[in-house]
């Protein structure tokens, strides 16, 4: 791997700025300065959220690559390292997400109809995490399996991972840090259907769902088999209290 030792470019250049700054074009009239402002954060909000996203995808597959095959602690490290900053960019995402709050509805209403049928609902890297997640139903999931892989690599029981491995073994960190990650995207879930349900109302979405009872029904927090197995943890110690006062 050949590193360059200096790229020569100065902060404008390095970030690509002026062509980044060039992306966003409010379709709404200047002249109402609220609704074209309300309509430029609303651009801006997609954008960055998806910014985020590929950041958490290239995270993710990282993490599910070391997952399915770890030749070294120090790669699970880095896996650990991967998984609780997805979560933590989601969060970000979840942040972004609310600063649409402030956004005033009858502009919202104003430039609603010129978005067309466009909405997050065809958004490919949304698609794509929940697929890697296992939101889509199908399977498990590119996440889950590569988990599955590292129990069967070390020897480890999904049911043992809260309960028999200490709290800095490594496996109980990565599933640690998926749960932290699923958490994180239950709450992005929550806040995209709360922001949609104080904008929308009882109105549909734009890609002609029903809208806010439409996203409640897909809200779910991804990893079920290990939420489950980190619940066990409450019936050894309601075990081990019984056992005492027996
Ligand atoms: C005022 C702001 C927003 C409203 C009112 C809103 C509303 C909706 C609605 C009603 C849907 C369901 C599909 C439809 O019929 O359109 C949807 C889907 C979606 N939106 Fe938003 N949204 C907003 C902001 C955002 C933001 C900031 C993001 C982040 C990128 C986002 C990402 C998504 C995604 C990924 C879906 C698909 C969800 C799924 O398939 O479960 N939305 N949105």
Redesign the pocket.
């Given at each position: 791997m050949s590193v360059p030792r200096n790229g020569g470019s100065d902060y404008a250049e390095y970030l690509r700025l002026a062509p980044l700054l060039d992306l966003q074009h409010p379709r709404y009239p200047a002249e109402d300065a609220w609704t074209h402002g309300d309509e430029h954060l609303?651009i801006v909000?997609?954008q960055s959220?998806?910014l985020m996203?590929r950041q958490v995808l290239i995270d993710l597959r990282q993490a599910a690559r070391v997952m399915s095959s770890p030749d070294s602690g120090r790669d699970l490290e880095m896996c650990v390292g991967n998984l609780r900053r997805s979560g933590e960019v989601v969060g970000l995402?979840t942040g972004?997400?609310s600063g649409?709050y402030s956004?005033r509805v009858d502009s919202?209403a104003s430039f609603r109809p010129l978005l067309g049928n466009a909405?997050?609902?065809q958004?490919a890297q949304?698609?794509e995490l929940?697929l890697v997640l296992g939101l889509s139903g199908e399977r498990n999931g590119l996440l889950f399996e590569a988990f599955e892989a590292l129990l069967a690599d070390t020897g480890c029981q999904i049911g043992d991972v809260f309960t028999g491995l200490s709290p800095d073994h490594v496996v109980r960190r990565v599933a640690d840090a998926m749960l932290t990650l699923s958490e994180s995207v239950w709450q992005w879930?929550n806040q995209?259907l709360r922001?949609?349900a104080?904008?929308?109302g009882d109105a549909?979405?734009?890609?002609?769902?029903?809208?806010?009872a439409?996203?409640e029904r897909?809200?779910a927090a991804p990893f079920g088999t290990l939420w489950r197995a980190r619940s066990s943890v409450h019936d050894q110690n309601a075990s081990t209290v019984r056992a005492e006062g027996a």
């Open positions: 609303f909000v997609h959220c998806e996203l995402v972004l997400t649409l956004m919202f909405s997050g609902a958004s949304f698609r929940r879930q995209h922001l949609a104080w904008m929308l549909g979405g734009t890609a002609g769902s029903s809208g806010a439409y996203l897909r809200t």
